[in-house]
């Protein structure tokens, strides 16, 4: 047997489709898909409200607009255990947080003195999709799954 980080990317996510209800095929892609769309728009609604609230921040809107994208695909690969697209979001995510740090700062941090802790609860909303990504990538690396795709208590 092959220690988790030299498995063939996607094979338990194959087997956990076959044995599960969880299937692209029907219309459990909705559960799925839907939730992680509705988090984004929770997620950029609250951007648009720090864009327009006290002395506005606008660099978090297109970041709000990113998560249509990451929500959706980060619900996705931890529903089907695929350890490489999760290790693929938790490295996007990286970027897209130095990026948007190194924004705020060229753009100013008034916003954060003057709303309080407004905007930090936009950043933790931000960082969700990336936490969650890194906790279901560690989980799936210490705790493989079994043939039928679920965890081995151990």
Not at 82 to 101: F, K, P, R, T
Not at 113 to 126: E, I, K, L, P, S
Not at 135 to 144: C, G, I, W
Request: proline share 5%; net charge negative.
């Amino acid at each position: 047997m092959q220690p988790p980080c030299c498995r063939k990317a996607g094979g338990h996510a194959r087997a956990m489709l076959a044995n599960s209800d969880i299937g692209v095929d029907g219309g459990e892609l909705r559960n799925i898909v839907i939730p992680g769309l509705a988090c984004a728009a929770f997620t950029l609604l609250w951007s648009v409200v720090c864009n327009l609230g006290g002395e506005g921040w606008a660099t978090c809107v297109p970041y709000g607009v990113a998560t249509f994208i990451a929500f959706p695909v980060t619900f996705y690969a931890i529903a089907t255990r695929a350890n490489a697209g999760l290790l693929l979001i938790v490295l996007a995510g990286g970027v897209l947080d130095m990026s948007l740090y190194r924004q705020t700062l060229a753009d100013g941090v008034d916003y954060f003195t003057v709303t309080g802790q407004f905007g930090w609860a936009w950043v933790a909303m931000f960082l969700s999709w990336q936490a969650a990504a890194l906790v279901f990538l560690v989980r799936n690396l210490v705790s493989p799954p079994n043939d039928e795709g679920a965890v081995d208590p151990e």
